[in-house]
Structures are given as structure tokens and as C-alpha cells.
T-cell receptor
Framework: SQTIHQWPATLVQPVGSPLSLECTVE??????LYWYRQAAGRGLQLLFY??????ISSEVPQNLSASRPQDRQFILSSKKLLLSDSGFYLC?????????????FGNGTRLTVT | AQSVTQPDIHITVSEGASLELRCNYS??????LFWYVQSPGQGLQLLLK??????LVQGIKGFEAEFKRSQSSFNLRKPSVHWSDAAEYFC????????????FGAGTRLAVHP
């Protein structure tokens, strides 16, 4: 069966520091991968998605970037964090080339920028 | 543009009472629709999904949802709520041709009174 791992679970970082959140998927090949952000009291905002190694699509211009160095690895990064980057970050995967395939989420990373 | 509206931000019900969470979507074609549940500090778990066919779909944990095209709605229901159902619930619409991107509503937080 497929599993998704996301780490760290929580992170407190000062403004201006770099960020790296990692997500890996097991048990499937060539998944579509996604990064969502959930701000307090708000819904989920899609940040990036990827349909293959090195293929990244950005949904919202921002201070963050994403990379996919391996088939089942998805990384969210920032060179300099802003206070507004605080939130709950969720990685998700879905089967490729299957319209309507549901997303499967990791347990999330709670990021607090101080 | 595609969108999802969950009109109720907070709902409180008594344990054993029935539940209905509302969801309205805006999408030009036949939608793929999903309901997810999120416990505090956790990722999202898929409750049920609608692709086509029978407009009443059954999910996990005793939940069901009904797709009504004429009302652009996909309301979630449960006949008898348990205290463990207290969580946040998200409705989402899948964007066809968009690499299985999901557009989420803002969520409804459910509280259950004993």
C-alpha cells in the first residue's frame, strides 16, 4: 500500500532564515505531488504541484519554491522566511493520468515564523 | 473560475443528532467532488467521493453525501453523530485537465456536545 511521509512535524524558525520541508511517497511510481498551505481558520491553498521529476508548477506567486529531485520526493523551500509564511503545510499525492483521483495527504508540518 | 463554498464556518450538534454540512460548487463541467475530514494537527482523510452515476454516495465512518446538479450542491450527512466526529470538514472539487488539482472550501468546524 502507498504511504506518504512528511517532516518535520513542527518547526519554529526566525524571520529571514531558510526553510526546507520534505515529503516522500512510498508504494507508487510517478505520482502527482502537491504542496498545500493552510492558514489559521482558512481553507487549503494550493502552492505547487508536480507531475514528474524536475517539473514544478506554481499556483501562487510567493516567497516559496518547490523541487522534485527524485520521483517520489517533493521539497518545499524558502531562502528567507517571512512572518506571513507561518501556517500548516500539507503534502499530498495522487495517481497520475487518472481524472478525479483523490488526493492523499501527509500529516502536515506546522511552521511558525517568529 | 472554479470555486467551493461551505456556508457554515462552525456547527454544533448534540451527540446522536443528525448532521448535514453544506457545500456548493461552481464548475462548468461535470465535477469530481470530495469530502475530507481533518482532526486537529493532522492531515486530511478522504471521507467519500463522487465521480458519476448514483448521486448518493456512501463513505467511511457512516457518512454519505448527495450530489444535486440543479443546486450545484454536494452536502454531507450523517444520521447520528458521535463525539469522535468533532473535526473540520472540507469539501473539494476536482479540476479536470488540471492534473487532478483540488479546489477546497474554507471548511466547516464541527463541535459535538455530549
Amino acid at each position: 500500500s502507498q504511504t506518504i511521509h512528511q517532516w518535520p512535524a513542527t518547526l519554529v524558525q526566525p524571520v529571514g532564515s531558510p526553510l526546507s520541508l520534505e515529503c516522500t511517497v512510498e508504494g507508487t511510481s510517478n505520482p502527482n505531488l502537491y504542496w498545500y498551505r493552510q492558514a489559521a481558520g482558512r481553507g487549503l491553498q494550493l502552492l505547487f504541484y508536480s507531475v514528474g521529476i524536475g517539473q514544478i508548477s506554481s499556483e501562487v506567486p510567493q516567497n516559496l519554491s518547490a523541487s522534485r529531485p527524485q520521483d517520489r520526493q517533493f521539497i518545499l523551500s524558502s531562502k528567507k522566511l517571512l512572518l506571513s509564511d507561518s501556517g500548516f503545510y500539507l503534502c499530498a499525492w495522487t495517481l497520475p493520468d487518472l481524472a478525479g483521483s483523490p488526493l492523499h495527504f501527509g500529516n502536515g508540518t506546522r511552521l511558525t515564523v517568529t | 473560475a472554479q470555486s467551493v463554498t461551505q456556508p457554515d464556518i462552525h456547527i454544533t450538534v448534540s451527540e446522536g443528532a443528525s448532521l448535514e454540512l453544506r457545500c456548493n460548487y461552481s464548475y462548468g463541467a461535470t465535477p469530481y467532488l470530495f469530502w475530507y475530514v481533518q482532526s486537529p494537527g493532522q492531515g486530511l482523510q478522504l471521507l467519500l467521493k463522487y465521480f458519476s452515476g448514483d448521486t448518493l454516495v456512501q463513505g467511511i465512518k457512516g457518512f454519505e453525501a448527495e450530489f444535486k446538479r440543479s443546486q450545484s450542491s454536494f452536502n454531507l450527512r450523517k444520521p447520528s453523530v458521535h463525539w469522535s466526529d468533532a473535526a473540520e470538514y472540507f469539501c473539494a472539487v476536482g479540476v479536470s485537465g488540471g492534473y487532478n488539482k483540488l479546489i477546497f472550501g474554507a471548511g466547516t468546524r464541527l463541535a459535538v456536545h455530549p
